[in-house]
C-alpha cells in the first residue's frame, strides 16, 4: 500500500495518526471539489450576495471560534480591500461573553460563521445574539456538517444562505486541517469576487509540491528536540501564525509551546521567549510592502538564533538575507496572502503531525482523557437582557 505523508498506512493506524495524516493529505483535492462547487453555485451564490453587497453601509463580520475565527482573521483583510467595505474579524467566543461590545452599531450586517461542525454553543449563540442586536442581519453560513445546528437553524430562511463543504473536509481527526482551509477557500470564493478555476488548480498544485518534499523536512524539525515553536505573520498571515501556532498546542498536548505574532509585534516583549531551544517559522508577505518588515525580521534572527532554529515560508527567497532554510511555495509569488495562507498552512500542519509523533502523542486524539474535546462542549449560555 502506498505510504502516506512518508509512512504505512498501517504505522499510521498504529500511532493514532491516520485521519490526521489523510486529511493533511487530501487537501488540494477538495480545494478542487471545492472549486467545482463554487462554480456550480454561482449563480445561487451571488443571487442572495449581490443585493448585500451592493449596500455601501453594510459591515461584514467573519465569526468562528478557534480555528475557525483564524479563519477569519486570514479572510479580512484581503476582503476588505477586494469589497472596499469593513470587514471585521470576531471571534464567536468574543461575541458571546461580550455582544454589546462587539455590535455598538445597529447597521446592516452580513455576518459570515466559520464552523466545522456548527454545533459548538458559541457558533449557535453568536447567531443568534447577532439576530437579538441587529435590526438587520443576514447570515452566510460555511459549514462542513449539514446536520450541525448552525447549518439547520438556517436551512431554507430568507436572509440565509448555507455552503456546504466536501463530506471528506468534515475532519475525523481532532485538529482542524482540511476543513480550515476547504472553509477558507468556499468563503473567498463565494465573497471574493468570480471563481478563478485556474487559481484553484495553482494553490492545489503548490500543496501537492508542499506535500511531496516537505514531509522529511518537518520530520527532521522534529528530531532536534525543540520544546517551543514561534510563528510569524504580518496582515493576512498574523491569522495563519495564530492557527500554525495552535496546531503545535492541540497535536503535541501542550508539550510544545507555540506563540504567534506579528513580524514588527515579536519585538515589542514576545522576543524574549527565544532561547537555543526555540524554532521560528516566518511566512513572508507577497505585498512588497509588507515584505521588507518581514524580511527584516528574518534578517535579525538569522544573526541571533543558532544554525537550524529558522525557517521562512515564502513564495520567493531571491529577496532573502543569505543563510537559514527556506520552504519555498513555488508560483504563488503575485496571489494575495490569503490565498498564499492555502498551501502555506500545509507545512505547519506537516510540523504539528511530526512533531506530535516524535514525542509519542496520538494525533487523532491527543487528548485521550477528554481534558479537551474535538467539539467544545461545557459552556454555560447566559440570556442577553436589555
Known amino acids: 500500500m502506498t505510504n502516506l505523508l512518508g509512512y504505512p498506512p498501517a504505522d499510521l493506524h498504529a500511532r493514532g495518526a491516520d485521519h490526521t495524516a489523510r486529511e493533511i493529505a487530501q487537501q488540494p483535492a477538495v480545494w478542487r471539489e471545492v472549486g467545482s462547487a463554487a462554480v456550480a453555485s454561482r449563480e445561487a451564490n451571488d443571487a442572495f450576495l449581490r443585493p448585500l453587497l451592493d449596500n455601501p ?178 496582515g493576512a498571515l498574523k491569522g495563519l501564525a495564530r492557527e500554525s501556532a495552535l496546531k503545535v498546542l492541540e497535536l503535541t498536548a501542550g508539550r510544545v509551546v507555540a506563540l504567534s505574532d506579528s513580524a514588527l509585534g515579536f519585538r515589542h516583549g514576545p522576543k524574549a521567549v527565544l532561547d537555543e531551544r526555540t524554532l521560528v517559522v516566518v511566512y513572508l508577505s507577497n505585498d512588497p510592502y509588507t515584505r521588507q518588515y518581514d524580511q527584516d525580521i528574518v534578517a535579525e534572527l538569522r544573526h541571533s538564533l543558532p544554525p537550524g532554529n529558522l525557517v521562512t515560508i515564502a513564495a520567493r527567497d531571491a529577496d532573502l538575507p543569505p543563510g537559514g532554510e527556506t520552504w519555498q511555495l513555488s508560483g504563488l509569488d503575485d496571489v494575495d496572502d490569503a490565498v498564499l495562507a492555502l498551501p502555506a498552512v500545509l507545512c505547519a500542519q506537516l510540523i504539528g503531525l511530526e512533531f506530535s509523533l516524535a514525542l509519542g502523542c496520538t494525533p487523532d486524539n491527543p487528548f485521550p482523557s477528554g481534558e479537551v474535546n474535538r467539539v467544545v462542549h461545557g459552556v454555560t449560555l447566559h440570556p442577553l437582557l436589555g
Open 57 to 234: 453601509e453594510l459591515q461584514m463580520v467573519l465569526a468562528g471560534a478557534g480555528t475557525s475565527a483564524f479563519a477569519g482573521q486570514v479572510l479580512a483583510p484581503v476582503l476588505a480591500r477586494r469589497l472596499g467595505r469593513r470587514v471585521d474579524a470576531i471571534a464567536t467566543t468574543d461575541i458571546v461573553s461580550n455582544p454589546r461590545e462587539c455590535f455598538v452599531e445597529d447597521v446592516p450586517t452580513l455576518l459570515v460563521s466559520f464552523a466545522r461542525s456548527g454545533d459548538s454553543p458559541e457558533s449557535v449563540a453568536a447567531a443568534r445574539l447577532a439576530e437579538q442586536r441587529l435590526s438587520e442581519c443576514s447570515h452566510l453560513v460555511v459549514t462542513c456538517d449539514p446536520d450541525g445546528q448552525l447549518a439547520r437553524d438556517h436551512a431554507g430562511k430568507s436572509r440565509s444562505r448555507v455552503l456546504l463543504l466536501p463530506a471528506a473536509a468534515n475532519d475525523r481527526g481532532f485538529a482542524m486541517t482540511s476543513s480550515f482551509t476547504g472553509m477558507m477557500l468556499t468563503a473567498m470564493l463565494a465573497l471574493g469576487g468570480a471563481t478563478n478555476d485556474l487559481l484553484v488548480e495553482r494553490i492545489a498544485v503548490a500543496a501537492e509540491q508542499v506535500l511531496a518534499t516537505r514531509p522529511s523536512d518537518a520530520r527532521a524539525l522534529a528530531a532536534r528536540d525543540h520544546s517551543r515553536i514561534v510563528y510569524l505573520g504580518s
